[in-house]
């Protein structure tokens, strides 16, 4: 395997991942992107959450670099949000 290319973070010291996470968004109104996009995902959400459900399967695809692990911890996020202040 290309050590450039390792997927895990494993080389990464405490600062670096410190770092990724400040960078990183972690709601939808913080995220850049395609407004009708991240409306539809909204409003997925919301209708998970009203339902007591989990969110249908999403599928995010293109080069790196777009915001797709962004975009799906934000999803898990919003979702984790809303299930844990329904039970407290």
């Not at 995220?31 to 919301?46: H, P, R, T, W």
């Amino acid at each position: 395997m290309n050590e450039n290319l390792d997927p895990t973070n494993n080389n990464f010291s405490s600062e670096e991942l410190d770092i990724e996470k400040r960078l990183r968004p972690l709601s939808f109104d913080d995220f850049a992107g395609q407004d009708q996009v991240l409306e539809n995902l909204k409003v997925f959400v919301a209708a998970a959450n009203q339902r007591n459900e989990a969110l249908d399967h999403t599928l995010f695809h293109g080069p790196p670099g777009l915001g797709k692990t962004t975009l799906a911890n934000i999803l898990a996020n919003e979702l984790q949000v809303d299930a844990k202040s329904r039970f407290l």
